[in-house]
């Protein structure tokens, strides 16, 4: 994303989006060919399924959704992420303690 703001002096916004996207292919797919032997195609089937289902969801709910509602679930969504991050971090300490023996 910094190069985007040094590409943004030279290119319009829709050319950057362009090269930044075709750039992101490029480089997926090269590295997916390149470790394609190590895929385990039932492993990546939960992703599949989420994205099938996730993303036309969040479309729908983007274009219903006004923009007010929309800025109160972020908010919420703000408010809620730092409880989570906590409780996770507290979990490991006490994973951490049992795994040595204490």
Known sequence: MVAAGIWLFALTPVQTTTLIVAYALLVQGYSTWRLRRAIIPLRLLPFVIGSAVGI?????????????????CRNIADRIQPLQ??????????????????
């Open 56 to 72: 036309p969801a969040g479309i729908a709910i983007l274009e219903l959704a006004s923009a007010v509602h929309l800025d109160r």
């Open 85 to 102: 991050s906590a409780a996770t971090k507290n979990a490991g300490l006490e994973k951490r303690g049992t795994d040595r023996g204490c």
